[in-house]
């Protein structure tokens, strides 16, 4: 979190992936909304209620205003950049405490809610799957898979970007041809995805249970990973929200 006492290195573009949570445990979960620049660090977390602990809310960078919270059966995150550095990427999110083991037959699959965004530029959502656990940005940690949607001005539609990241370098493995093609984007709303792992490191992503794209063998070298929704936004936005729902973790071998 930066407070303007000193400067804060621009954080790399992103996101985002799912939760595995009951109903019953959704009811539990409580509001939190950070407001007003307000430090990770102190803002209070449920801890006292039931479950609360399972799940971590993570953000990276400064805010006007976000909040992560259930309504319903759904995951909520929103964010507000009005006012902020001009120099970063706001990262908020989600991160479930428990260690995933990823191997052959790992299933992970989410609903993401674009919500008829009005303005979709500088944001994107998304699911991530990262080596390390933080409470900050999980697209900083050594490394990491990542299945999210880029917004592409001025409206509703976006584009699909997967990408891994080893030894702390970023590859884009499937970006619907931007940047030679596909610039204008794609109107998408309520998006399920999929993240299915097969042998030998490799996985396939599917689109409201189509496949979209299909990795080569040893595409990611991590067999255990924490699991993570997440937002971003560029500065200068007004609130926007996106929703996760009807989660489901399947372990493999």
Do not use: C
């Amino acid at each position: 979190m930066t407070d303007g006492s000193r400067p804060a290195p621009t954080r790399r573009r992103a996101l985002l992936f799912v939760l595995p949570a009951a109903a019953a445990f959704v009811a539990v979960v409580a509001v939190i909304a950070l407001r007003a620049r307000s430090n990770p660090e102190t803002s209070t977390h449920p801890q006292s209620r039931p479950g609360a602990s399972e799940w971590e809310i993570t953000s990276d960078g400064d805010f006007e205003e976000r909040t992560a919270d259930a309504l319903g059966s759904r995951w909520r995150l929103r964010a507000a950049t009005r006012g902020t550095r001009s120099d970063t990427v706001k990262f908020l999110g989600l991160r479930r405490s428990q260690e995933i083991r990823v191997g052959e037959g790992t299933r992970i699959s989410a609903d993401l809610d674009w919500n008829y965004q009005p303005n979709a530029s500088g944001l994107s959502a998304g699911l991530v799957l990262a080596s390390a656990a933080t409470s900050g940005n999980p697209l900083d940690a050594p490394v990491s898979l990542r299945v999210e949607y880029i917004g592409v001005p001025p409206g509703r539609k976006a584009r699909m970007v997967v990408a891994v990241r080893e030894s702390g370098n970023d590859r884009f493995l499937h970006t619907e041809g931007w940047p030679d093609s596909g610039r204008e984007g794609r109107t998408i709303g309520l998006q399920r995805i999929g993240v299915v792992f097969g042998k030998g490191g490799s996985f396939k992503v599917l689109e409201n249970g189509v496949e979209v794209y299909a990795s080569a063998p040893n595409a990611i070298s991590f067999d255990r990973a924490y699991l993570y929704f997440q937002m971003s936004s560029r500065s200068n936005y007004p609130p926007r929200e996106v929703f996760f729902d009807n989660v489901s973790v399947i372990g493999g071998r």
